[in-house]
C-alpha cells in the first residue's frame, strides 16, 4: 500500500472480493533498464564522496555545510527548492525491483505467494505542493501516481515486502490526489521552537505550546505510529510491519489514504493526537464510506520524551484505534462452514452491519550516538473481527536498529537491521486452516507458526537528490504457514528527490 509518501510508501476493487491469480511477470525492458540504471550509479558511487551534512531529520531537504567543512554541493535533492516561506513545491520518485527464488511448498492456496522464482518491480511518483497563507494557516496538496506490481500481486505474506506496492493491480494508473488537507495552528504560548520545514509542514517556527487541526485527505501512518528510525519506505526499511505496526488496522482506502479530521496538543514534553477518519466499504477497498453513523475510525496517540541516557532524549508512543465498519467475524464464518450454509469459511458472507475492531500499540526510538540508534514496536487488536484496511496481523514485536554513515564520513547514507515478529488469533488460524481466504492470506490448510522477518538495508547518497540501496528480507512461515518456506527477497531500490 503507498500510503506514506513523504516518508514512506501499501487489494480488491470496490466491492468485489476477487484476486486475479498466478504469477505476474514484470516487463524484462522496464526492469532491465531499471537495473543498469543503478548499476551505473553503483560505478559513480565508488571513489568516495565527501560528507555533506546530516540526517538527523529523515525528511530534511537541505543540509548546512560548516565553515570548517566546506562541501562543494550541499544539496540533497536534485534542484534547490524555492526560498519562497509562501509556496512548496517538491517531488520524488522511487522504483523497487525485487526477487525471490523457488522455495520449498507442498500445496498452494488462492492467496498464496508463488513457490516459483519471480521477481516484480514497482514505480511510484509524488508531486508536494504547499501554500502558507500565513503564520498559522497553510493549504497542501499533493498528487501521486503509481505502476508496476509486488511479488505474488502481494499475496501470501502478511509482512509483505514492499510497501509501495498498491494491492490492486486493477486499480487505474491515472494520477490521482493524495493528500489535499488544511492545517491550522492555535498558538497557546509566546515562546517560540525551530521547525524543520518538509512537505507535510511549511512553518519555520511553531509556538511550543499550541493546538494543530489537520482536515481533509491524508494518510493516518503520515502522523500516527511514526518512528525516526523505521517509517520511512524512501529511505529505509519496505516491509509493511516494519514500517508500521501490522496490528495497526488504521482507516484507509486501497491505495493508504482516507478523509477525515485531527487534532493535536503539542508542549515542550509530550504530545496527544486524535484523529477520525473513513473507513472503506468492504476490506481494502478502493471506496470509503461516507456514513460515519455506520463506519468510522477513531485513532489516539500520546507521545511522551524524556532522557535515559544523557544528552539523548528518547521517544515512547502509546496508540490505540477502534473501527467501526463492515466487518465479518472469523468465527461466524466458521460456524456458517460447519452448519452446512457455505462450501468453505467465507468472511464476507453476513448481512450488512457494523461489528467493532480495536487495538493497541507503543514503539520507542533511542539514539545511542550522533549517527545510530535503536527502536521497537509492539502491537495487539482483538482478531475476532476480518482485517480489514492493513494486513492480516493480530499480534507484533518488533526490534531493530537504524542511522547514518557519519562514522565513516557518508552522512546521509542510511543503515538498518530488524526483526519482527507477527501472529494472528486463534480464530483467525482456525478460518484459514478450514480453507478461508482473507484479502491477502489463503494457502487452503495451514500449520500455524509465527511469520519471522528479518530485514537489512544500505542506502548510498550518490550526489544530490539521487539515492540507490540495496536490501535483504528473510521471511519464515510465510502466511504463518511452517509448511511453506522460508522465502529469500533481495531488493534493489532508486530514490530521487527533487
Known amino acids: 500500500m503507498l500510503s506514506s509518501a513523504p516518508g514512506a510508501l501499501n487489494l480488491w476493487d470496490g466491492g468485489k472480493r ?9 516487463n524484462l525492458a522496464f526492469d532491465g533498464r531499471i537495473w543498469m540504471l543503478l548499476g551505473t550509479l553503483w560505478f559513480l558511487c565508488a571513489p568516495p564522496v565527501p560528507a555533506q551534512g546530516t540526517v538527523a531529520d529523515q525528511e530534511q531537504t537541505s543540509v548546512n555545510v560548516s565553515a570548517e567543512n566546506p562541501d562543494p554541493d550541499p544539496l540533497s535533492t536534485m534542484f534547490p527548492h524555492l526560498e519562497s516561506d509562501r509556496l512548496w513545491i517538491s517531488g520524488q520518485a522511487n522504483f523497487i525491483s525485487q526477487w525471490h527464488p523457488a522455495f520449498h511448498s507442498p500445496y498452494s492456496g488462492p492467496n498464496s505467494l508463488s513457490p516459483q522464482a519471480q521477481d516484480a518491480t514497482s514505480r511510484g511518483l509524488t508531486l508536494f505542493t504547499g501554500l502558507l497563507l500565513n503564520y498559522t494557516v497553510e493549504f497542501l496538496c499533493d498528487v501521486q501516481e503509481t505502476a508496476g506490481h509486488g511479488l505474488g500481486e502481494a499475496l501470501g505474506l502478511a509482512g509483505f515486502t514492499n510497501l509501495d506496492v498498491v494491492r490492486n493491480p486493477l486499480l487505474s ?8 488537507m ?11 521552537v525551530s521547525s524543520q520545514r518538509n512537505p507535510l509542514s511549511l512553518f519555520r517556527e511553531l509556538p511550543a505550546r499550541r493546538l494543530e487541526i489537520r482536515f481533509g485527505k491524508f494518510s493516518v501512518v503520515d502522523f500516527f505510529d511514526l518512528n525516526t528510525y523505521g517509517s520511512d519506505s524512501n529511505f529505509q526499511f519496505m516491509n509493511w510491519t516494519v514500517v508500521n505496526a501490522g496490528t495497526y488496522d488504521y482507516a484507509a482506502d486501497t491505495r493508504g489514504f482516507t478523509f477525515g479530521a485531527m487534532l493535536e496538543y503539542h508542549d515542550r514534553r509530550w504530545t496527544a493526537r486524535f484523529a477520525e477518519g473513513l473507513m472503506p466499504k468492504v476490506a481494502n477497498g478502493i471506496n470509503l464510506d461516507a456514513d460515519v453513523g455506520r463506519a468510522r475510525a477513531e485513532n489516539l496517540e500520546f507521545e511522551l520524551h524524556g532522557t535515559i541516557f544523557p544528552r539523548r532524549e528518547g521517544i515512547l508512543r502509546l496508540l490505540t484505534f477502534l473501527n467501526h465498519a463492515n466487518m465479518g467475524s472469523y468465527r461466524d464464518a466458521v460456524d456458517n462452514l460447519l452448519a452446512g450454509k457455505t462450501p468453505r469459511p467465507e468472511i464476507p458472507a453476513h448481512p450488512l452491519q457494523t461489528t467493532i475492531k480495536y487495538g493497541f500499540g507503543a514503539n520507542f526510538e533511542q539514539p545511542l550516538n550522533e549517527w545510530m540508534g535503536v527502536f521497537g514496536r509492539w502491537g ?37 537491521i530488524a526483526f519482527v515478529s507477527n501472529g494472528i488469533s486463534r480464530d483467525h488460524q482456525t478460518y484459514l486452516a478450514l480453507g478461508g481466504s482473507g484479502f491477502l492470506l489463503g494457502d487452503g490448510r495451514l500449520n500455524y507458526g509465527r511469520e519471522n522477518i528479518i530485514e537489512t538495508y544500505y542506502t548510498l547518497h550518490v550526489w544530490r537528490g539521487i539515492y540507490p540501496s540495496f536490501g535483504l528480507q528473510h521471511v519464515n512461515n510465510p502466511g504463518y504457514n511452517r509448511d511453506r518456506g522460508p522465502v529469500l527477497v533481495p531488493t534493489v531500490r532508486l530514490h530521487l528527490e527533487f
Open 18 to 26: 476477487e484476486r486475479k491469480l498466478g504469477v505476474r511477470r514484470n
Open 173 to 180: 494508473k491515472a494520477p490521482y490526489v493524495a493528500r489535499l
Open 182 to 192: 488544511w492545517h491550522q495552528i492555535i498558538p497557546l504560548s509566546e515562546v517560540k
Open 380 to 416: 495487539w487488536n482483538e482478531g475476532r473481527h476480518e482485517s480489514y484496511a492493513y494486513t492480516e496481523v493480530d499480534q507484533s514485536v518488533l526490534f531493530g536498529a537504524g542511522g547514518n554513515g557519519q562514522r565513516w564520513n557518508r552522512k546521509l547514507d542510511r543503515a538498518g
